[in-house]
C-alpha cells in the first residue's frame, strides 16, 4: 500500500528540521517540541490538521512576541535551503500557515513575512484570510507583488486572489465581482514564467463559474497576442467549454454540427463491476465536403447517495476530422476506486457530446 500523504511528517522530516531551528534558535528544545507534536491525536490527524498543528506547537516554543517569531522564520529559511531542503516543498506550509494563525493583526508584518516566505514555500492559502479582513490593502498589495523580479511573488499575487481556489476557503466578495482582480491578471498574461501563466489561467478559470461574461470578454481582447496567452485563454476556458458553452465554441473555432454524424453507438459493458470499465464504441462520420474542428467529449451521470444524477464531462479528442470521413472509436472509463470519489451502485447514464452539443444518451447498471 503507498504511502498516506500526511506521512510526509515523520521522524526523519523532524530531525532534519529541528537541527536547523537550532542553528537559529540555539535553546530550542527538540524533546519539548516533539513530545508536543507526537500528541494522543497525532495518528487521526490528516495532512491540513497536521499542518495546523504544527504551527501552534512551533509558536509554543518560540516567544510571544509575534515580529520576533516571523524574523527567526525568515532567518530560518536560507538555513533549511543550505541544509538540502528545496524550495515549494508541501511540508513547509505550516510556515505561511503560522503567519495566518498569529498574524491577521498585524498587517505590515505578515505581509513582509508573505513576500519573504513565499519565495520558499506558497502563501497562496495564507494570505485568503487577509485579503477578506483588508480587501483594499491586499489587492493594492498583490497589484505591486504582480511586477516583482521573483517568480513566486509574481504567482502568489494571482494564485492567491484566485476567487475558488481548491483546498481553500473561497473568497466570497471576488467570487462576486472579481473586477479588483483584472489588473493583476493584466499584468502577468505576459509572464516569462510559465507556473505564473498557469496561475492567471486557473483564476479566470475560478472567475468564469460566477462570472463567464468577464471572462468570454477578455478571451476576446486577448486573442491573437501570443502563442502563450493563447494557450493560457484556451486553459482559462475549460470550464465554460465543459459546459458548451456556444459563444466560447466559437471563439476557438468549434461550429456547426450539421454535417457531423454518429453511428453505432454502443456501451459494451453494460454491467461495468466496480473496481473495472466502462467501454464504449461509436462512429463519427464528417459527411462535409471539408475538414471539420470538433470538440469531442461524453458526459459520465454519476448514480449519487439519494439516487440523482450529477454529471461529469471527460474530453476524447480536439482536433480536425478529414472531410468525407469515418471514425471508429473506442474508450474505456474506469471505474476503479478512488479517494476523490465515492460510487454508488446502480443506474448510470452515458452521453456523448460534439461541439458542447450532446446527443443520445445510453444507461448502464454499476454492480459490486
Given at each position: 500500500?503507498?504511502?498516506?500523504?500526511?506521512?510526509?511528517?515523520?521522524?526523519?522530516?523532524?530531525?532534519?528540521?529541528?537541527?536547523s531551528?537550532?542553528?537559529?534558535v540555539?535553546?530550542?528544545?527538540?524533546?519539548?517540541?516533539?513530545?508536543?507534536?507526537?500528541?494522543v491525536?497525532?495518528?487521526?490527524?490528516?495532512?491540513?490538521?497536521?499542518?495546523?498543528?504544527?504551527?501552534?506547537?512551533?509558536?509554543?516554543?518560540?516567544?510571544?512576541d509575534?515580529?520576533?517569531?516571523?524574523?527567526?522564520i525568515?532567518?530560518?529559511?536560507?538555513?533549511?535551503?543550505?541544509?538540502?531542503?528545496?524550495?515549494?516543498?508541501?511540508?513547509?506550509?505550516?510556515?505561511?500557515?503560522?503567519?495566518?494563525?498569529?498574524?491577521l493583526?498585524?498587517?505590515?508584518?505578515?505581509?513582509?513575512?508573505?513576500?519573504?516566505?513565499?519565495?520558499f514555500?506558497?502563501?497562496?492559502?495564507?494570505?485568503?484570510?487577509?485579503?477578506?479582513?483588508?480587501?483594499?490593502?491586499?489587492?493594492?498589495?498583490?497589484?505591486?507583488?504582480?511586477?516583482?523580479?521573483?517568480?513566486?511573488?509574481?504567482r502568489?499575487?494571482?494564485?492567491?486572489?484566485?476567487?475558488?481556489?481548491?483546498?481553500?476557503?473561497?473568497?466570497?466578495?471576488?467570487?462576486?465581482?472579481?473586477?479588483?482582480?483584472?489588473?493583476i491578471?493584466?499584468?502577468?498574461?505576459?509572464?516569462?514564467?510559465?507556473?505564473?501563466?498557469?496561475?492567471v489561467?486557473?483564476?479566470?478559470n475560478?472567475?468564469?463559474?460566477?462570472?463567464?461574461?468577464?471572462?468570454?470578454?477578455?478571451?476576446?481582447?486577448?486573442?491573437?497576442?501570443?502563442?502563450?496567452?493563447?494557450?493560457?485563454?484556451?486553459?482559462?476556458?475549460?470550464?465554460?467549454?465543459k459546459?458548451g458553452?456556444?459563444?466560447?465554441?466559437?471563439?476557438?473555432?468549434?461550429?456547426?454540427i450539421?454535417?457531423?454524424?454518429?453511428?453505432?453507438?454502443?456501451?459494451?459493458?453494460?454491467?461495468?463491476?466496480?473496481?473495472?470499465?466502462?467501454?464504449?464504441?461509436?462512429?463519427?462520420?464528417?459527411?462535409?465536403?471539408?475538414?471539420?474542428?470538433?470538440?469531442?467529449?461524453?458526459?459520465?451521470?454519476?448514480?449519487?447517495?439519494?439516487?440523482?444524477?450529477?454529471?461529469?464531462?471527460?474530453?476524447?479528442s480536439?482536433?480536425?476530422?478529414?472531410?468525407?470521413?469515418v471514425?471508429?472509436?473506442?474508450?474505456?472509463?474506469?471505474?476503479?476506486?478512488i479517494?476523490?470519489?465515492?460510487?454508488h451502485l446502480?443506474?448510470?447514464?452515458?452521453?456523448?457530446?460534439?461541439?458542447?452539443?450532446e446527443?443520445e444518451?445510453?444507461?448502464?447498471?454499476?454492480?459490486?
Amino acid at each position: 500500500m503507498a504511502e498516506l500523504f500526511k506521512n510526509i511528517y515523520n521522524e526523519k522530516f523532524f530531525d532534519r528540521f529541528i537541527k536547523s531551528v537550532q542553528e537559529v534558535v540555539p535553546n530550542f528544545d527538540k524533546d519539548s517540541f516533539l513530545s508536543q507534536i507526537y500528541d494522543v491525536e497525532w495518528d487521526n490527524r490528516e495532512l491540513k490538521q497536521r499542518m495546523r498543528h504544527i504551527s501552534i506547537v512551533l509558536k509554543n516554543h518560540l516567544s510571544n512576541d509575534f515580529d520576533s517569531n516571523v524574523a527567526i522564520i525568515i532567518k530560518l529559511i536560507p538555513v533549511l535551503v543550505k541544509n538540502g531542503f528545496k524550495p515549494d516543498n508541501l511540508e513547509f506550509i505550516f510556515l505561511p500557515d503560522f503567519i495566518e494563525v498569529y498574524g491577521l493583526d498585524n498587517y505590515a508584518t505578515s505581509v513582509n513575512a508573505f513576500e519573504k516566505i513565499t519565495q520558499f514555500v506558497s502563501c497562496e492559502f495564507a494570505v485568503r484570510p487577509f485579503i477578506i479582513e483588508y480587501q483594499d490593502k491586499m489587492i493594492t498589495q498583490m497589484l505591486s507583488w504582480s511586477k516583482h523580479d521573483h517568480p513566486m511573488v509574481r504567482r502568489l499575487s494571482s494564485e492567491g486572489s484566485r476567487p475558488r481556489l481548491p483546498w481553500a476557503m473561497a473568497i466570497p466578495s471576488l467570487k462576486e465581482y472579481p473586477n479588483p482582480i483584472l489588473p493583476i491578471l493584466e499584468n502577468l498574461k505576459n509572464d516569462e514564467s510559465e507556473s505564473v501563466r498557469r496561475s492567471v489561467a486557473n483564476n479566470l478559470n475560478d472567475i468564469s463559474k460566477d462570472n463567464p461574461k468577464k471572462v468570454i470578454g477578455l478571451v476576446k481582447k486577448w486573442k491573437g497576442k501570443s502563442e502563450e496567452i493563447d494557450w493560457l485563454i484556451k486553459h482559462a476556458s475549460r470550464t465554460l467549454l465543459k459546459q458548451g458553452n456556444s459563444e466560447m465554441m466559437e471563439l476557438f473555432g468549434f461550429g456547426s454540427i450539421a454535417k457531423i454524424k454518429i453511428e453505432a453507438f454502443e456501451i459494451l459493458t453494460p454491467k461495468v463491476k466496480i473496481g473495472e470499465f466502462l467501454e464504449f464504441t461509436f462512429k463519427l462520420k464528417n459527411t462535409s465536403n471539408s475538414a471539420s474542428k470538433i470538440r469531442l467529449e461524453y458526459g459520465l451521470y454519476y448514480q449519487k447517495a439519494n439516487g440523482s444524477l450529477s454529471k461529469k464531462v471527460f474530453k476524447i479528442s480536439e482536433k480536425e476530422y478529414p472531410k468525407n470521413s469515418v471514425t471508429t472509436i473506442h474508450r474505456k472509463q474506469s471505474f476503479k476506486i478512488i479517494t476523490t470519489r465515492k460510487f454508488h451502485l446502480g443506474k448510470h447514464q452515458f452521453s456523448l457530446i460534439i461541439n458542447g452539443n450532446e446527443l443520445e444518451t445510453l444507461g448502464f447498471i454499476l454492480v459490486e
